[in-house]
Protein backbone atom coordinates (compact mmCIF):
# COMPACT_ATOMS: atom_id res chain seq x y z
CA UNK A 1 0.00 0.00 0.00
CA UNK A 2 1.53 3.39 -0.93
CA UNK A 3 0.81 6.72 -0.17
CA UNK A 4 2.29 10.56 -0.47
CA UNK A 5 1.31 10.57 3.25
CA UNK A 6 2.94 9.44 6.87
CA UNK A 7 1.38 5.85 8.03
CA UNK A 8 -0.43 8.74 10.28
CA UNK A 9 -2.78 9.09 7.68
CA UNK A 10 -3.27 5.18 6.73
CA UNK A 11 -4.24 4.90 10.10
CA UNK A 12 -6.48 7.25 10.55
CA UNK A 13 -8.35 5.78 7.53
CA UNK A 14 -7.69 2.37 8.37
CA UNK A 15 -8.33 2.10 12.34
CA UNK A 16 -8.32 -1.60 12.79
CA UNK A 17 -5.70 -2.27 10.64
CA UNK A 18 -1.53 -2.87 11.71
CA UNK A 19 0.29 -0.68 9.75
CA UNK A 20 3.99 0.45 10.22
CA UNK A 21 6.38 2.27 7.38
CA UNK A 22 8.30 -0.24 5.47
CA UNK A 23 9.57 2.22 2.76
CA UNK A 24 10.29 6.41 1.84
CA UNK A 25 11.52 7.07 -0.54
CA UNK A 26 11.39 10.28 -3.08
CA UNK A 27 9.02 10.09 -5.91
CA UNK A 28 11.16 10.75 -8.74
CA UNK A 29 13.41 7.56 -7.99
CA UNK A 30 9.66 5.74 -7.47
CA UNK A 31 8.76 6.86 -11.03
CA UNK A 32 12.10 6.20 -12.81
CA UNK A 33 11.27 2.56 -11.23
CA UNK A 34 13.14 -0.30 -9.83
CA UNK A 35 14.28 1.69 -6.60
CA UNK A 36 16.73 0.53 -4.48
CA UNK A 37 14.90 1.10 -1.12
CA UNK A 38 11.81 -0.89 -2.78
CA UNK A 39 12.92 -3.18 -5.23
CA UNK A 40 10.73 -4.95 -7.59
CA UNK A 41 8.62 -1.57 -9.00
CA UNK A 42 8.99 -1.01 -12.55
CA UNK A 43 8.69 2.31 -14.00
CA UNK A 44 5.69 1.59 -15.81
CA UNK A 45 3.56 -0.04 -12.99
CA UNK A 46 5.01 3.09 -10.55
CA UNK A 47 3.60 5.85 -12.70
CA UNK A 48 0.37 4.17 -13.11
CA UNK A 49 0.18 4.10 -9.28
CA UNK A 50 0.91 7.38 -8.97
CA UNK A 51 -1.49 8.34 -11.73
CA UNK A 52 -3.75 6.56 -9.85
CA UNK A 53 -3.57 8.37 -6.65
CA UNK A 54 -3.57 11.75 -8.26
CA UNK A 55 -7.19 11.18 -10.18
CA UNK A 56 -7.88 9.72 -6.71
CA UNK A 57 -6.98 13.79 -4.97
CA UNK A 58 -8.57 15.02 -7.85
CA UNK A 59 -11.89 13.76 -7.53
CA UNK A 60 -11.50 14.41 -3.76
CA UNK A 61 -11.04 18.01 -4.77
CA UNK A 62 -13.08 18.34 -7.58
CA UNK A 63 -16.21 16.81 -4.87
CA UNK A 64 -15.33 19.21 -1.85
CA UNK A 65 -15.95 22.12 -3.81
CA UNK A 66 -19.24 21.21 -4.65
CA UNK A 67 -18.86 19.86 -8.44
CA UNK A 68 -21.09 16.95 -9.92
CA UNK A 69 -19.62 13.62 -11.20
CA UNK A 70 -20.68 12.36 -14.86
CA UNK A 71 -19.02 9.23 -16.12
CA UNK A 72 -17.97 9.47 -19.81
CA UNK A 73 -18.64 6.93 -21.92
CA UNK A 74 -14.73 6.07 -22.19
CA UNK A 75 -15.91 5.67 -18.80
CA UNK A 76 -13.45 9.23 -17.72
CA UNK A 77 -15.03 11.39 -15.16
CA UNK A 78 -16.47 14.63 -15.55
CA UNK A 79 -16.60 17.05 -13.06
CA UNK A 80 -19.66 19.41 -13.64
CA UNK A 81 -20.95 22.94 -12.26
CA UNK A 82 -25.01 22.51 -11.10
CA UNK A 83 -27.05 25.32 -10.98
CA UNK A 84 -26.41 27.77 -8.10
CA UNK A 85 -22.92 25.76 -6.96
CA UNK A 86 -21.35 29.52 -7.83
CA UNK A 87 -22.80 32.82 -7.80
CA UNK A 88 -24.73 33.58 -10.86
CA UNK A 89 -23.63 30.68 -12.27
CA UNK A 90 -20.47 32.83 -13.33
CA UNK A 91 -16.63 32.04 -13.36
CA UNK A 92 -14.07 35.37 -13.97
CA UNK A 93 -10.76 34.82 -15.09
CA UNK A 94 -7.62 37.00 -16.71
CA UNK A 95 -7.62 36.17 -20.26
CA UNK A 96 -4.01 36.30 -22.34
CA UNK A 97 -4.06 39.88 -22.85
CA UNK A 98 -5.29 40.69 -19.06
CA UNK A 99 -8.37 41.82 -19.36
CA UNK A 100 -10.80 40.26 -16.89
CA UNK A 101 -13.29 38.70 -17.91
CA UNK A 102 -16.24 36.15 -17.02
CA UNK A 103 -17.80 33.20 -18.49
CA UNK A 104 -20.90 31.25 -18.03
CA UNK A 105 -20.55 27.89 -16.36
CA UNK A 106 -24.17 26.83 -16.62
CA UNK A 107 -26.43 28.26 -19.27
CA UNK A 108 -30.13 27.69 -20.52
CA UNK A 109 -31.41 26.86 -23.81
CA UNK A 110 -35.32 27.76 -23.41
CA UNK A 111 -35.56 26.45 -27.58
CA UNK A 112 -34.25 23.07 -26.48
CA UNK A 113 -35.72 23.05 -23.06
CA UNK A 114 -32.35 21.77 -21.00
CA UNK A 115 -29.49 23.24 -18.91
CA UNK A 116 -25.89 22.89 -20.29
CA UNK A 117 -23.29 23.27 -17.36
CA UNK A 118 -19.73 22.51 -18.04
CA UNK A 119 -17.92 19.60 -16.95
CA UNK A 120 -14.48 19.20 -17.20
CA UNK A 121 -11.74 16.01 -17.58
CA UNK A 122 -8.82 16.19 -16.44
CA UNK A 123 -6.16 13.21 -16.58
CA UNK A 124 -2.94 13.21 -14.66
CA UNK A 125 0.72 12.59 -16.60
CA UNK A 126 3.20 11.44 -15.47
CA UNK A 127 6.28 12.65 -17.89
CA UNK A 128 9.42 14.74 -17.23
CA UNK A 129 7.39 17.23 -16.78
CA UNK A 130 4.41 16.05 -15.22
CA UNK A 131 0.64 17.85 -15.50
CA UNK A 132 -2.88 17.32 -15.96
CA UNK A 133 -4.28 17.21 -19.37
CA UNK A 134 -7.51 18.49 -19.48
CA UNK A 135 -11.09 18.42 -21.44
CA UNK A 136 -13.82 20.86 -21.78
CA UNK A 137 -17.51 18.46 -21.95
CA UNK A 138 -20.48 19.88 -21.46
CA UNK A 139 -23.43 18.31 -19.65
CA UNK A 140 -26.76 18.83 -20.48
CA UNK A 141 -29.60 18.50 -17.66
CA UNK A 142 -33.69 19.19 -17.53
CA UNK A 143 -32.97 20.77 -14.11
CA UNK A 144 -29.49 21.92 -14.10
CA UNK A 145 -28.57 19.10 -11.45
CA UNK A 146 -29.21 15.91 -13.04
CA UNK A 147 -27.96 15.05 -16.23
CA UNK A 148 -30.22 13.11 -19.29
CA UNK A 149 -30.27 10.00 -18.89
CA UNK A 150 -30.46 9.20 -22.60
CA UNK A 151 -26.39 8.68 -24.10
CA UNK A 152 -28.10 8.79 -27.23
CA UNK A 153 -29.93 12.62 -26.80
CA UNK A 154 -26.79 14.13 -24.70
CA UNK A 155 -24.37 13.17 -27.69
CA UNK A 156 -27.34 14.62 -30.40
CA UNK A 157 -27.71 17.95 -28.18
CA UNK A 158 -23.86 18.27 -28.02
CA UNK A 159 -23.86 18.13 -32.14
CA UNK A 160 -26.33 20.23 -32.43
CA UNK A 161 -26.07 22.98 -29.27
CA UNK A 162 -22.13 23.29 -29.66
CA UNK A 163 -20.94 23.11 -33.31
CA UNK A 164 -21.42 27.01 -33.63
CA UNK A 165 -18.36 27.07 -30.45
CA UNK A 166 -15.36 28.19 -31.80
CA UNK A 167 -11.83 27.94 -30.13
CA UNK A 168 -12.32 30.89 -28.75
CA UNK A 169 -14.91 29.93 -26.69
CA UNK A 170 -13.50 26.71 -25.43
CA UNK A 171 -10.51 28.41 -24.70
CA UNK A 172 -12.12 30.53 -22.27
CA UNK A 173 -14.45 28.62 -20.58
CA UNK A 174 -11.38 26.33 -19.80
CA UNK A 175 -9.59 29.47 -18.53
CA UNK A 176 -12.10 30.73 -16.20
CA UNK A 177 -12.98 27.07 -14.54
CA UNK A 178 -9.26 26.84 -14.28
CA UNK A 179 -9.47 30.54 -12.56
CA UNK A 180 -12.27 29.52 -10.57
CA UNK A 181 -10.51 26.22 -9.12
CA UNK A 182 -7.44 27.60 -8.22
CA UNK A 183 -6.90 30.09 -5.08
CA UNK A 184 -5.69 33.55 -5.04
CA UNK A 185 -2.24 32.97 -5.97
CA UNK A 186 -3.48 30.40 -8.97
CA UNK A 187 -2.34 27.45 -7.39
CA UNK A 188 -4.90 24.10 -6.98
CA UNK A 189 -3.66 22.44 -3.93
CA UNK A 190 -4.74 18.64 -4.00
CA UNK A 191 -5.00 16.77 -0.56
CA UNK A 192 -2.93 13.44 -0.39
CA UNK A 193 -3.69 12.49 2.68
CA UNK A 194 -4.04 14.89 6.13
CA UNK A 195 -0.22 15.56 6.00
CA UNK A 196 0.65 15.68 2.53
CA UNK A 197 -0.37 17.68 -0.85
CA UNK A 198 0.31 18.75 -4.29
CA UNK A 199 0.28 21.76 -5.91
CA UNK A 200 -0.65 22.33 -9.02
CA UNK A 201 -0.05 25.57 -11.41
CA UNK A 202 -4.02 26.37 -12.19
CA UNK A 203 -3.02 29.15 -14.16
CA UNK A 204 -2.85 27.01 -17.86
CA UNK A 205 -0.18 26.68 -20.46
CA UNK A 206 -0.01 29.10 -22.80
CA UNK A 207 1.53 28.57 -26.61
CA UNK A 208 0.81 29.98 -30.14
CA UNK A 209 0.20 27.57 -33.02
CA UNK A 210 1.18 28.03 -36.03
CA UNK A 211 -1.73 26.60 -37.47
CA UNK A 212 -4.90 28.38 -36.84
CA UNK A 213 -8.86 28.45 -37.67
CA UNK A 214 -10.54 30.85 -40.05
CA UNK A 215 -12.39 33.45 -38.14
CA UNK A 216 -15.91 32.06 -37.65
CA UNK A 217 -17.09 35.75 -37.53
CA UNK A 218 -16.19 36.11 -41.28
CA UNK A 219 -16.75 33.30 -43.07
CA UNK A 220 -19.34 31.97 -44.89
CA UNK A 221 -22.67 31.25 -42.70
CA UNK A 222 -24.14 29.11 -45.52
CA UNK A 223 -23.66 25.78 -43.95
CA UNK A 224 -25.86 22.88 -43.84
CA UNK A 225 -26.40 21.91 -39.58
CA UNK A 226 -26.08 18.19 -39.17
CA UNK A 227 -29.15 17.93 -36.94
CA UNK A 228 -32.86 18.92 -37.81
CA UNK A 229 -31.94 22.46 -36.41
CA UNK A 230 -30.97 24.61 -38.78
CA UNK A 231 -30.54 28.08 -36.54
CA UNK A 232 -27.44 28.51 -34.68
CA UNK A 233 -27.62 27.55 -30.81
CA UNK A 234 -27.72 30.51 -28.19
CA UNK A 235 -24.23 31.89 -26.92
CA UNK A 236 -23.66 31.67 -23.04
CA UNK A 237 -22.05 34.63 -22.93
CA UNK A 238 -20.92 37.31 -24.91
CA UNK A 239 -19.27 37.09 -28.64
CA UNK A 240 -15.63 35.96 -27.94
CA UNK A 241 -12.96 38.09 -29.92
CA UNK A 242 -10.86 37.38 -32.49
CA UNK A 243 -7.91 35.27 -31.79
CA UNK A 244 -4.19 33.78 -33.45
CA UNK A 245 -4.34 30.97 -30.59
CA UNK A 246 -5.69 27.40 -31.72
CA UNK A 247 -5.70 25.05 -28.95
CA UNK A 248 -7.27 24.54 -24.89
CA UNK A 249 -4.95 24.99 -22.68
CA UNK A 250 -3.57 22.40 -20.21
CA UNK A 251 -2.80 22.80 -16.48
CA UNK A 252 1.07 23.63 -15.97
CA UNK A 253 3.73 21.31 -14.28
CA UNK A 254 3.09 21.29 -10.04
Given at each position: MGTFGTEVDLKLALPEQVIERR???????MLAGMPAAMPGVKRAEARRMVVNLLRQSWNNAMAAKGLSAFEMADNSVAWFFTKDVIEKDTAYFVDHTGKRRRKAMVGRSEKRGVYWPLGVIAKPVMTDTPHFVMKAAIIFSHDGKTPLDSVEKM????????RNWWNG???????AYVAWIGDEDGRLKLPMG??????????PVLFESPVSCADPAVKSRAVV??????TPPEAPVEPDEAFEIAGLAESADD
Open positions: YTLPLEDHKLRRGFCQWRDLMLDFAEVVVDARPDDEDE
